[in-house]
Antibody
């Protein structure tokens, strides 16, 4: 069974930083692209970014709204995905999910609140 | 960027009746080399993460009831619930996996009439 468990969420002031982690199990992590998706309170789903797999050179792409502020990384030896978020804005307040878009499996999410 | 537009934004359907949600992409999500539509449908119930229902526009995921079906190709897609059950109350999203940035529709809220 696919399991994705996010951690690292919390309350941070505008301009601050936070690092989310996602622990994956139940599938061969290294074979897969991994995505971060967020959902602001009461709003729809927004793709944040993707890291491809080793076979595709671990290329990473970001949504325009986070490019230059967020960094996605992965550690295939630990079956883990990360999201480093810097220069946080109030509009980054959301539940952050790790997933493999187009394939089954979502975590319960990590809530990030950016507020003074 | 590919813009995904769902209609309607919400709908109320009687138990046992059919519900239909439409999704239109601003450009084709049909990949000609493999003839696959890079379109997925998700269901999100209150307080829960999304759940993948359908991939490749029409392939139902394991464990998804057969009252859910997906159809369409190119730029126009439909998710149908043939006989609405109480547990189907949720927000439904379409999403294109054709090109980055990956994009979602705005969501369609399905309620019981």
């Amino acid at each position: 069974e696919v399991q994705l468990v996010e951690s690292g969420g919390g309350l941070v002031q505008p301009g601050g930083s936070l690092r989310l982690s996602c622990a994956a199990s139940g599938f061969t992590f290294s074979d897969h692209y991994m995505d971060w998706v967020r959902q602001a309170p009461g709003k729809g789903l927004e793709w944040v970014g993707r890291t491809r797999n080793k076979a595709n050179s671990y290329t990473i792409q970001y949504a325009a709204s986070v490019k230059g502020r967020f960094t996605i990384s992965r550690d295939d030896s630990r079956n883990s995905l990360y999201l480093q978020m810097n220069s946080l804005k109030t509009e980054d307040t959301a539940m952050y999910y790790c997933t493999r878009l187009g394939l089954p499996g979502w975590g319960q999410g990590a809530l990030v609140t950016v507020s003074s | 960027d590919i813009v995904m537009t769902q209609s309607p934004d919400s709908l109320a359907v009687s138990l046992g009746e059919r519900a239909t949600i439409n999704c239109k992409s601003s450009q084709s999500v049909l990949y000609s080399s493999n003839n696959k539509n890079y379109l997925a449908w998700y269901q999100q119930k209150p307080g829960q993460p999304p759940k993948l229902l359908i991939s490749w526009a029409s392939t139902r995921e394991s464990g998804v009831p057969d009252r859910f079906s997906g159809s369409g190709s190119g730029t126009d897609f439909t998710l149908a619930i043939s006989s609405l059950q109480a547990e189907d109350v949720a927000v439904y999203y379409c999403q294109q996996c054709y090109s980055t940035p990956l994009t979602f529709g705005q969501g369609t809220k399905v309620e019981i009439k």
